[in-house]
Protein backbone atom coordinates (compact mmCIF):
# COMPACT_ATOMS: atom_id res chain seq x y z
CA UNK A 1 0.00 0.00 0.00
CA UNK A 2 1.37 3.34 -0.89
CA UNK A 3 0.59 7.39 -2.02
CA UNK A 4 -0.11 7.17 -5.62
CA UNK A 5 0.42 11.03 -6.43
CA UNK A 6 1.40 13.75 -5.29
CA UNK A 7 3.42 15.33 -2.82
CA UNK A 8 4.26 12.07 -0.98
CA UNK A 9 3.88 9.90 -4.86
CA UNK A 10 5.58 6.11 -3.69
CA UNK A 11 5.66 6.77 -0.08
CA UNK A 12 4.58 3.49 1.59
CA UNK A 13 1.85 3.27 4.06
CA UNK A 14 1.30 1.07 6.96
CA UNK A 15 -1.66 -0.66 7.51
CA UNK A 16 -2.96 -3.12 10.35
CA UNK A 17 -2.65 -7.06 9.88
CA UNK A 18 -5.75 -9.07 10.32
CA UNK A 19 -9.32 -8.69 8.79
CA UNK A 20 -10.52 -5.76 11.04
CA UNK A 21 -9.64 -3.42 7.87
CA UNK A 22 -9.67 -4.00 4.21
CA UNK A 23 -7.57 -1.42 2.67
CA UNK A 24 -8.50 -0.08 -0.84
CA UNK A 25 -6.01 -1.42 -3.88
CA UNK A 26 -4.13 0.81 -5.95
CA UNK A 27 -6.37 0.33 -8.55
CA UNK A 28 -10.08 0.90 -7.06
CA UNK A 29 -7.57 4.00 -5.31
CA UNK A 30 -6.63 5.31 -8.41
CA UNK A 31 -10.34 5.40 -9.80
CA UNK A 32 -11.89 7.26 -6.82
CA UNK A 33 -9.47 10.14 -7.15
CA UNK A 34 -9.69 10.75 -10.46
CA UNK A 35 -13.10 11.18 -10.05
CA UNK A 36 -12.50 13.23 -6.97
CA UNK A 37 -9.61 15.56 -8.39
CA UNK A 38 -11.67 18.44 -9.44
CA UNK A 39 -12.80 18.90 -5.41
CA UNK A 40 -9.31 18.57 -3.37
CA UNK A 41 -7.31 21.81 -4.10
CA UNK A 42 -7.27 23.16 -0.95
CA UNK A 43 -10.01 20.88 0.37
CA UNK A 44 -11.09 19.98 3.52
CA UNK A 45 -11.49 16.26 3.79
CA UNK A 46 -12.93 14.00 6.22
CA UNK A 47 -11.92 10.37 6.53
CA UNK A 48 -14.48 8.18 8.77
CA UNK A 49 -13.57 4.99 9.47
CA UNK A 50 -10.52 5.57 8.24
CA UNK A 51 -8.41 2.29 8.94
CA UNK A 52 -4.78 3.05 7.89
CA UNK A 53 -5.71 6.61 6.59
CA UNK A 54 -4.46 5.84 3.25
CA UNK A 55 -7.34 7.89 1.46
CA UNK A 56 -7.19 11.03 3.81
CA UNK A 57 -3.29 10.81 3.18
CA UNK A 58 -3.84 10.34 -0.52
CA UNK A 59 -6.20 13.42 -0.89
CA UNK A 60 -3.19 15.83 1.57
CA UNK A 61 -0.99 14.44 -1.14
CA UNK A 62 -3.01 15.89 -3.65
CA UNK A 63 -3.26 19.11 -2.75
CA UNK A 64 -6.06 18.94 0.24
CA UNK A 65 -5.17 21.54 3.09
CA UNK A 66 -6.21 19.36 5.66
CA UNK A 67 -7.62 15.68 6.62
CA UNK A 68 -9.53 14.60 9.80
CA UNK A 69 -8.80 11.58 10.49
CA UNK A 70 -12.12 9.12 12.84
CA UNK A 71 -10.83 5.76 13.53
CA UNK A 72 -12.41 3.88 16.80
CA UNK A 73 -10.37 0.92 16.42
CA UNK A 74 -7.02 2.04 18.93
CA UNK A 75 -4.33 -0.51 16.46
CA UNK A 76 -5.58 1.24 13.62
CA UNK A 77 -5.47 4.60 14.52
CA UNK A 78 -1.70 4.37 15.93
CA UNK A 79 -1.14 3.16 12.24
CA UNK A 80 -3.11 6.01 10.89
CA UNK A 81 -0.80 8.54 13.38
CA UNK A 82 2.22 6.56 12.31
CA UNK A 83 1.41 6.92 8.91
CA UNK A 84 0.31 10.31 9.57
CA UNK A 85 4.37 10.99 10.61
CA UNK A 86 6.07 9.22 7.99
CA UNK A 87 4.27 11.71 5.78
CA UNK A 88 5.22 14.50 6.75
CA UNK A 89 1.94 15.72 7.18
CA UNK A 90 1.03 16.39 10.34
CA UNK A 91 0.75 20.10 9.59
CA UNK A 92 -2.31 19.14 7.50
CA UNK A 93 -3.46 16.33 9.82
CA UNK A 94 -6.15 15.26 12.79
CA UNK A 95 -6.79 12.38 14.09
CA UNK A 96 -9.66 11.09 16.21
CA UNK A 97 -9.76 8.06 17.80
CA UNK A 98 -13.56 7.20 18.78
CA UNK A 99 -16.76 6.54 16.70
CA UNK A 100 -18.11 8.94 13.82
CA UNK A 101 -21.51 10.05 15.37
CA UNK A 102 -19.28 11.22 18.61
CA UNK A 103 -17.02 13.19 16.75
CA UNK A 104 -19.51 14.51 13.93
CA UNK A 105 -20.99 16.02 16.80
CA UNK A 106 -17.92 17.30 18.71
CA UNK A 107 -16.88 18.95 15.09
CA UNK A 108 -20.59 20.24 14.38
CA UNK A 109 -20.55 24.12 14.50
CA UNK A 110 -17.22 24.33 12.14
CA UNK A 111 -16.80 24.91 8.59
CA UNK A 112 -17.99 22.36 6.40
CA UNK A 113 -15.74 20.05 4.69
CA UNK A 114 -15.60 19.68 0.96
CA UNK A 115 -14.99 16.28 0.78
CA UNK A 116 -16.71 13.39 3.13
CA UNK A 117 -15.12 9.86 2.86
CA UNK A 118 -16.87 6.70 4.71
CA UNK A 119 -15.73 3.14 4.66
CA UNK A 120 -17.58 1.41 7.52
CA UNK A 121 -17.92 -2.16 8.01
CA UNK A 122 -19.99 -3.76 5.74
CA UNK A 123 -23.19 -5.09 7.01
CA UNK A 124 -23.91 -2.90 10.01
CA UNK A 125 -25.75 -0.13 8.38
CA UNK A 126 -23.64 2.38 10.10
CA UNK A 127 -23.70 4.17 6.85
CA UNK A 128 -27.27 5.39 7.46
CA UNK A 129 -26.68 6.56 11.28
CA UNK A 130 -23.89 8.79 9.82
CA UNK A 131 -25.85 10.04 6.81
CA UNK A 132 -28.55 11.08 9.05
CA UNK A 133 -25.94 12.83 11.90
CA UNK A 134 -24.24 14.51 9.00
CA UNK A 135 -27.14 16.01 7.12
CA UNK A 136 -28.10 17.51 11.04
CA UNK A 137 -24.77 18.66 11.42
CA UNK A 138 -22.67 22.05 10.21
CA UNK A 139 -20.15 19.61 8.72
CA UNK A 140 -21.76 19.91 5.13
CA UNK A 141 -22.71 22.13 2.36
CA UNK A 142 -24.47 22.15 -1.03
CA UNK A 143 -20.82 21.92 -2.22
CA UNK A 144 -19.76 18.99 -0.45
CA UNK A 145 -19.15 15.86 -2.32
CA UNK A 146 -19.74 12.62 0.24
CA UNK A 147 -18.41 9.09 -1.05
CA UNK A 148 -19.75 5.82 0.70
CA UNK A 149 -17.12 2.70 0.03
CA UNK A 150 -20.19 -0.32 0.47
CA UNK A 151 -20.59 -3.69 -0.05
CA UNK A 152 -22.57 -4.04 -4.12
CA UNK A 153 -25.58 -4.89 -2.33
CA UNK A 154 -25.72 -1.84 0.44
CA UNK A 155 -28.95 0.06 -0.35
CA UNK A 156 -28.30 4.15 0.24
CA UNK A 157 -31.97 4.83 -1.38
CA UNK A 158 -32.87 6.39 1.74
CA UNK A 159 -30.76 8.97 2.12
CA UNK A 160 -32.49 11.10 0.00
CA UNK A 161 -35.23 11.35 3.33
CA UNK A 162 -31.84 13.31 4.82
CA UNK A 163 -31.48 15.61 1.58
CA UNK A 164 -29.24 13.09 -0.39
CA UNK A 165 -28.96 12.92 -4.05
CA UNK A 166 -27.17 9.50 -5.33
CA UNK A 167 -24.93 11.27 -8.58
CA UNK A 168 -22.84 8.34 -9.08
CA UNK A 169 -21.87 4.91 -8.80
CA UNK A 170 -18.81 3.18 -9.27
CA UNK A 171 -18.84 -0.45 -9.12
CA UNK A 172 -15.76 -2.55 -8.86
CA UNK A 173 -15.76 -6.52 -8.33
CA UNK A 174 -16.31 -7.11 -4.89
CA UNK A 175 -17.74 -3.32 -3.71
CA UNK A 176 -18.48 0.02 -4.61
CA UNK A 177 -18.13 3.58 -4.28
CA UNK A 178 -21.33 5.76 -3.79
CA UNK A 179 -21.09 9.77 -4.61
CA UNK A 180 -23.55 11.52 -3.11
CA UNK A 181 -24.77 15.44 -2.89
CA UNK A 182 -26.16 17.23 0.33
CA UNK A 183 -29.08 19.41 -1.43
CA UNK A 184 -29.10 21.46 1.90
Known amino acids: MRIIAGSARSLPLKTISGMDTRPTTD ?7 NILNPYLAD ?5 LFAGSGQIG ?7 AKEAVFVENNRKAAACIQENITFTKFTEH ?3 FVSDAISVIRQ ?3 REAF ?20 LASSSLLSSDSMIVVETSLDTDLSYAQQWGFEITKEKVYKNNRHMFLQFMK
Open 27 to 33: RIKETLF
Open 107 to 109: LDG
Open 57 to 63: LEAVSRG
Open 93 to 95: CTL
Open 114 to 133: DVVFMDPPYGKNLEADVLKQ
Open 43 to 47: CSFLD
